[in-house]
């Protein structure tokens, strides 16, 4: 059985409060339906929550608690009924230093708060010109979900976002994309025995060509940065990748 597919939309560090309020009075969660996640900055979530949204945050600490100024728990986000976490982001990656070490520490307090994770991995445009690729997923792979218990593996999303893909209205083939997601899911079929494992993609998804990537065959849904900012091209998305 095909399973939903899924959306979600990475606000990253966007918006002002009055864009927030436009935003939602422009999108009524009743639109979007089970299959919707926004996460947009902390300071906006409960606005979202309130309005009945699927909420997720972009980035937690992997300490429960305590002195760490600035960063906000797994437990408190659970806590405030936040549902996913992304997780691994390569912009945490690239401008904030987190080490896949980090990475699976996140990973780890994330499930233990009984929220979902959403695993993002991909490469640099280096990477990919050095022909790494491969190497360089699995690598992200198998450190980000080490120490899991077999049952978390049904709350994790992995989210293949190539790097060179991000904010550049350049995205891979959809063939590339099908064949990278059949080679993530092997990975994990392989090394954590947990089969067909839920990939979706994101990299520049737009209005535009949410068409051609959602006619991918393996594909599980779209992790959206830029055109989830924007009402009305985040409202098609969602039309096309999850209402049929
Ligand atoms: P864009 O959709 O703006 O390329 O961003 C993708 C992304 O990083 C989502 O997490």
């Known amino acids: 059985m095909e399973s939903k597919k899924i959306v979600v939309g990475n606000m990253k560090m966007n918006l002002l409060a009055g864009d927030i309020s436009e935003y939602l009075r422009k999108i009524n969660s009743s639109n979007l339906g089970e299959q919707v996640v926004i996460c947009p900055s902390n300071i906006y979530v409960p606005y979202f929550l309130k309005q009945s949204y ?22 408190q986000v659970a806590s405030l009924g ?59 792979i198998l450190n980000a979900l080490r120490n899991l218990e077999e049952t978390d593996f049904d709350h994790i999303v992995i989210a293949y976002e190539p790097v060179w893909a991000i904010g550049t209205n350049v995205t891979p083939t959809n063939k590339d994309i099908m064949d990278t997601i059949s080679y993530i899911k092997g990975i994990v079929s392989e090394y954590f025995h947990y089969e067909d494992i839920p ?46």
Do not use: M, W
């Not at 937690?60 to 728990?73: K, Q």
């Not at 979902?116 to 991909?122: A, R, S, Y």
């Open 82 to 140: 936040v549902k996913y976490a992304i997780v691994g982001h390569s912009e945490r990656r690239g401008y904030f230093r987190e080490s896949d070490q980090d990475i699976n520490k996140k990973v780890v307090v994330t499930l233990k708060y009984g929220l979902e994770v959403i695993l993002c991995i991909g490469e640099t445009a280096e990477e990919k010109n050095l022909l790494k690729t491969a190497r360089v997923l699995k690598r992200q």
């Open 199 to 244: 990939v979706i993609y994101g990299g520049s998804v737009s209005e535009k060509n949410i068409k051609e990537l959602n006619s991918i065959p393996n594909v599980s849904g779209f992790l959206v940065g830029g055109a989830s900012t924007d009402a009305k091209k985040f409202l098609k998305i969602v039309e096309v990748a999850v209402k049929k």
């Open 54 to 75: 699927k909420v997720g945050v972009q980035n937690l600490f992997f300490r429960d608690s305590g002195a760490y100024t600035g960063e906000i728990s797994a437990a």
